[in-house]
C-alpha cells in the first residue's frame, strides 16, 4: 500500500472511509526530495481536517503533517540521509505524510538528530513546533520566569513544559483531575489539580504574589478566567484552541495588568518555517535537554490501520500515536 487517500469529508470517525491507493515511486522535480517516509505522526487536526472542520482542506488528498524518513531521490548530498519535517500545508492543502512516500521541497528538508530513531522523529513535529512558535511569540521563558501550562500532560503541553526548564523557568502544570506529570523535564514541574484547588491562588501563593509570566493554554475556554487571573503583570497568554468561541473578558483586568494574548496557528506555518524552528530544536534534542515523547508498540498502525489510528487520536489517547508505512 503506496498512501491513504480521502476522497470526500466525513460526517463523524464512523463514517470515515479511507482508501489504501498503490502507486509507483514518484520522481523528485528541480529541487525536490522524495522521501520514504518511516514514521508519521496522527494528531487533533489530521482527525479534524478529515472530518471536515478544515474549510480550506481540498480533496482528495493523504492527510498527515509529521513525518521522518528516508530521502531516496532528490539532491545527490540528502539521498540517503535520515530526515524529519512538519507543514501546515502537508495533508491540508496538498497531499501530506500518511503515505509510503512523500515530494517536498529541498529546501524544507533537514536532517534529524542522531540522537533520536526515526520512529520518535516522526512524533516529534506538530506537538514541539506549536509549543516552541507559541514561546516565541510571547518573547521566551527566561531563567527565573514563572511558566503555567493548561493541559500540562497533553502533547503540545509536555513540549512546552519541556522548553521552559530547559530555559529556567519555575514551571507549573495544570489537569482537571489529580495526576502526576507524565513526561519528561530537566527540571521540577508542580502539578495542578485543578478539581481541588483554584489555580491562580495557588501559582500566587507559590511564588510570593507574583503569578505567572506566561501561560500556555492549549485548553483554551474552560480555563480562560482561571488562566488570566493567574497571570502577572504583564504577562503574556497563549492560545492554541478552545471549546467555546465565545468567553467572559474583564477588559478592565486586561489593560491594568497589562497583559498580552497571543493566538497561534501552526497550520499557517508551512514546511519550510517548521524546518527553520526543528533547526533551533535540534541542539536541546543533541544534548538530552529535551526528549522526543515515547512511541509504544500498541499505539503504531500501518497505513491499512489508519482509521484504527484516528479514532484513537480522536478519543484522546494519552500516548502519541504513529502511523508507520
Not at 531521490?73 to 519535517?85: I, N
Not at 518555517?273 to 535537554?289: K, M, Q, R, Y
Request: glycine share 12%.
Amino acid at each position: 500500500m503506496t498512501a491513504i487517500r480521502v476522497f470526500e469529508k466525513a460526517a463523524n470517525i464512523d463514517s470515515l472511509v479511507l482508501q489504501t491507493v498503490a502507486a509507483e515511486r514518484p520522481k523528485a522535480g528541480a529541487q525536490q526530495c522524495v522521501i520514504e517516509v518511516h514514521s508519521a505522526g496522527v494528531n487533533p487536526s489530521d482527525v479534524k481536517a478529515v472530518l471536515g472542520a478544515m474549510p480550506h482542506a481540498v480533496w482528495p488528498r493523504t492527510p498527515g503533517r509529521d513525518y521522518a524518513g528516508i530521502v531516496v531521490d532528490g539532491p545527490q548530498h540528502l539521498v540517503g540521509k535520515a530526515v524529519w519535517g512538519s507543514g501546515g500545508e502537508l495533508g491540508i492543502g496538498r497531499d501530506g505524510t500518511h503515505a509510503k512516500y512523500l515530494v517536498v521541497d529541498a529546501l524544507s528538508v533537514r536532517e534529524k538528530p542522531a540522537t533520536i530513531s526515526l520512529l520518535e522523529a516522526g512524533a516529534v513535529g506538530v506537538p514541539f513546533i506549536t509549543a516552541y512558535e507559541g514561546l516565541r511569540r510571547a518573547g521566551m521563558p527566561k531563567k527565573g520566569d514563572v511558566v503555567l501550562v493548561f493541559g500540562g500532560n497533553g502533547k503540545v503541553g509536555q513540549a512546552a513544559i519541556q522548553l521552559a526548564a530547559r530555559a529556567g523557568a519555575q514551571v507549573f502544570g495544570v489537569e482537571r483531575v489529580a495526576q502526576g506529570y507524565r513526561g519528561y523535564a530537566s527540571a521540577p514541574v508542580d502539578m495542578i489539580d485543578a478539581s481541588a484547588v483554584d489555580v491562580a491562588d495557588y501559582v500566587k501563593a507559590k511564588t510570593a504574589g507574583h503569578g505567572a509570566d506566561i501561560v500556555y493554554n492549549t485548553v483554551g475556554s474552560p480555563y480562560f478566567e482561571q488562566a488570566n487571573r493567574a497571570m502577572a503583570k504583564g504577562a503574556k497568554q497563549i492560545f492554541i484552541s478552545t471549546l467555546e468561541r465565545a468567553v467572559p473578558f474583564d477588559i478592565f483586568a486586561f489593560y491594568r495588568g497589562q497583559h498580552t494574548f497571543v493566538g497561534i496557528d501552526t497550520l499557517a506555518l508551512d514546511s519550510h518555517d517548521g524546518a527553520e524552528i526543528l533547526d533551533l530544536l535540534t541542539p536541546g534534542f543533541n544534548d538530552g535537554s529535551l526528549k522526543p515523547f515515547p512511541v509504544l508498540e500498541t499505539h503504531i498502525y500501518a497505513l491499512t490501520d489508519a482509521a484504527q489510528a484516528y479514532r484513537a487520536v480522536l478519543n484522546g489517547s494519552a500516548e502519541r500515536v504513529v502511523v508507520r508505512p
